[in-house]
């Protein structure tokens, strides 16, 4: 069974740049997307972005020009780079198999933005 | 943009009861882009409904979907201890995949 696992600095200063990484276990990578959402404190869901190994990509709109996602999977990873970070980016970010709907999610890795 | 709008907020309900949640899309979305999804304190979302009206893996046959165009319903039909939780659309397929604000079904 596939599992996903978030892992992140924890705290970030801001205007510094984010870097998540989700370790994919249990499974190919190849023929899945792969999202990532974030979820504020006390508030709803937000869908990021989602990658393909094929290179395909697509971002929220909100977020696209400070957004960058890559994978690699040879260590079954793929990562989440958010540039110039504020305390508005204060959140649980998951990631997730799939690009559209997401059927598999990891447990979540919080982040903090203060200085 | 399309928004979705859930409601009502909150539902208090007992268990055993019947819940009926509801999706709102300000512009038409198409079935095959809709889904839902459970979040309990402190967990990940979890996929319920996606198609609209198609169970994921797993998931007991007490929960499901309905709707078309602007208008999508999650029905759960006896409410068990463990349903009792937020619940999420979520319309996919473009940019941005957008997410309603959630309804909490709560113990009355």
């Known amino acids: 069974q596939m599992q996903l696992q978030e892992s992140g600095p924890g705290l970030a200063k801001p205007s510094e740049t984010l870097s998540l990484i989700c370790t994919v276990s249990?499974?190919?990578?190849?023929?899945?997307?792969w999202s990532w959402v974030r979820q504020p404190p006390g508030k709803g869901l937000e869908w990021i972005g989602y990658?393909?190994?094929?290179?395909?990509?697509n971002f929220n709109s909100s977020l696209k020009s400070r957004v960058t996602m890559s994978l690699d999977t040879s260590k079954n990873q793929f990562s989440l780079k958010l540039e110039s970070v504020t305390p508005a980016d204060t959140a649980v970010y998951y990631c997730a198999r799939g690009g559209w709907y997401m059927d598999v999610w990891g447990k979540g890795t919080t982040l903090t933005v203060s200085s | 943009e399309i928004v979705l709008t859930q409601s009502p907020d909150t539902l208090s309900l007992s268990p055993g009861e019947r819940a009926t949640l509801s999706c709102r899309a300000s512009q038409s979305v198409s079935s095959t882009y809709l889904a839902w999804y459970q979040q309990k304190r402190g967990q990940a979302p979890r996929l319920l409904i996606h198609s609209a009206s198609s169970r994921a893996t797993d998931i007991p046959d007490r929960f499901s979907g309905s709707g078309s165009g602007t208008d999508f319903t999650l029905t759960i039909s006896r409410l068990e201890p463990e349903d009792f939780a937020v619940y999420y659309c979520?319309?996919?397929?473009?940019?941005?995949?957008?997410f309603g604000q959630g309804t909490r079904v709560e113990i009355k």
């Open positions: 249990g499974g190919s990578m190849n023929i899945y997307y």
């Open positions: 979520q319309r996919y397929g473009g940019s941005p995949g957008t």
């Open positions: 990658i393909h190994d094929s290179g395909i990509t």
